[in-house]
């Protein structure tokens, strides 16, 4: 059983409740400053470290999109929640972990697909798999991602291996303005024909609706702070 501990500021799982209905709230709102249908924007609920007695709270309080980064953790975690839950891997997968993944969880959106290898490994496993294409926006060394040059080929390797390719995912540079980027995002995935855009977190996320995100990948602001890497 996954016991991760909730970390300082953590809070209980009435706190949960209370920060979720914050979330959708805002995310209401900035749907709505920015023209569009709120129902158009996916909130997923970022679970990693979380324990499970703190996601059945979000469950509770109607949450059904959980997102998770690490392989193992979604593997320990799924089958401790309901079956209704919708699970999108949101963290860089490692191609021997596809196959992991593909016989104990179904993974509802791949959201980090950023090379010809796991194209090639999720085709072999995860046949019509619905994946997003992720673009290191910033070219950063630290982070993962496929080059912007890179999405076209890459989209044109998913769909010729059979994937469902769907969309794209990034994260910006954390200083600066991420407006640029998510709007790079969104008109790339326009001239692509891609209805979905995977940006935003707990910090930015009502800027990410502004700019046209479908996704919106929120951890801190529904769970509280994650304990300290040791």
Known sequence: MVTAPGGPGAGSTGDVA??????????????????????????????KTVDVTRMRAAYDAGQRDFGENRAQELIDKAPQMPADCRWHMIGAVQT?????????????????????????E???????????????????????????????????LGRGAGLD????????????????????????AQRLGLPEISMGMSGDFEVAISEGATFVRVGTAIFGSRPRAT
Do not use: Q, Y
């Open 96 to 120: 021997n972990k596809v196959r992991l993944l593909a016989r104990r969880v179904p993974v509802t959106r791949w959201h980090t697909v950023d090379r010809a290898a796991l194209v090639d």
């Open 165 to 188: 390719v769907r969309g794209l995912m990034g994260v910006p540079p954390a200083a600066g303005d991420p407006r640029p980027h998510f709007r790079w995002l969104r008109d790339t």
């Open 122 to 156: 999720l085709a072999t496993r995860v046949r019509g798999a619905s994946v997003l294409l992720e673009v290191n926006v910033g070219d950063e060394a630290s982070k993962a991602g496929c080059r912007r040059d890179d999405v076209d080929e890459l989209a044109g």
């Open 18 to 47: 209370a920060r979720l209905e914050s979330v959708r709230a805002r995310i209401v709102s900035a749907a709505s400053d920015a023209g569009r249908d709120p129902d158009t924007v996916t909130l997923i609920a970022v679970s």
